[in-house]
């Protein structure tokens, strides 16, 4: 799959559609209420099952009720991956454990309430993929001066079964990924990454809070923690057939010189080359896996 940036033109991204659905109960929601925690609590919580097999599995929820950062969008959603958790135990070997993506799911505009030492969301759980049974969350999350959690988590299934599990807040970001940028020679000068002030430019919202953004802090307002690797690979382009790159030959250098292209995949890391022109010299960017 690859998305081309063509110089001139805009492209409006549609939120992808969720599949599934708990038919049958009508949606525990409600407007946010007055009162409010003194302690933004949103970030990602990770914990295993306590019951009723304690251990078997693990959550990582996702919470986005309030502002982490002050330019941050909040979407009054919390979400979660459940993974199996798998033991392996032989004679002679070190115990292994690992764990291997299950299924994930999604709360709107959820219920919440707020004070200075908890806070409890609540609401109807819809899955990401296939047809399940209704399901109602509760979520209630401690906080004790800036400590903030652990969060504990009830997920009621029809017939009453309750799931139940505890999770550390492990980050403010709902997800954290590696970004690794390479080079060609001919585009290796400063600045290789960019730093914009977002007032530098007179057609922009008035109301826009003045501040240099870079990747990272671009990232991070919308709730991904990024890590630039510092160092990079310079490639030679100096040969006339790389005047132009096609999607094969960008293909090609991602394999050679992205260094977690031969790791265990899917993965939240990000390659990306800094090159002259595409083959197309309307395009000013291809995106592409």
């Known amino acids: 799959m690859d998305e081309k940036w063509r110089i001139g033109e805009m492209a409006a991204v549609q939120p992808a559609s969720v599949s599934g659905a708990s038919a049958g109960v009508a949606p525990v929601a409600a407007p946010r209420p007055a009162a409010a925690a003194a302690t933004a609590i949103s970030g990602r919580f990770e914990g295993p099952m306590s019951a009723p097999k304690a251990g078997s599995e693990q959550l990582e929820l996702r919470v986005d009720v309030d502002a982490r950062l002050p330019n941050g969008a909040t979407m009054n959603r919390v979400s979660g991956d459940f993974f199996a958790v798998n033991h392996l135990n032989l004679p002679g070997s070190p115990p292994r454990t690992w764990k291997v993506y299950r299924e994930s799911w999604l709360v709107e505009s959820p219920h919440v309430t707020a004070s200075?030492?908890?806070v409890e969301i609540a609401g109807t759980v819809r899955f990401w993929h296939g047809t399940h049974p209704p399901a109602n969350i509760r979520i209630r999350i401690a906080i004790s001066g800036q400590a903030i959690g652990p969060a504990q988590v009830a997920l009621t299934l029809q017939g009453g079964t309750i799931w139940q599990y505890t999770c550390s807040r492990v980050s403010d970001a709902f997800r954290s990924l590696e970004l690794e940028v390479d080079v060609c020679e001919s585009a290796n000068r400063?600045?290789?990454?960019?730093?914009?002030?977002?007032?530098?430019?007179a057609n922009r919202p008035a109301d826009i809070p003045a501040r240099r953004l870079t990747i990272e802090r671009a990232f991070a307002e919308a709730g991904v923690s990024i890590t630039i690797r510092p160092d990079h690979s310079v490639i030679d382009d100096r040969n006339p057939a790389f005047a132009s790159w096609s999607d094969a030959e960008l293909h090609d250098v991602m394999e050679t010189h992205f260094r977690d292209a031969a790791l265990e995949w899917p993965r939240w890391s990000l390659w990306g080359l800094l090159a002259g022109q595409y083959e197309d010299p309307r395009v000013g960017g291809v995106m592409f896996d």
Do not use: E, I
Request: net charge negative.
């Open 116 to 118: 200075a030492t908890l």
């Open 190 to 201: 400063p600045p290789l990454l960019p730093d914009y002030s977002v007032s530098s430019h």
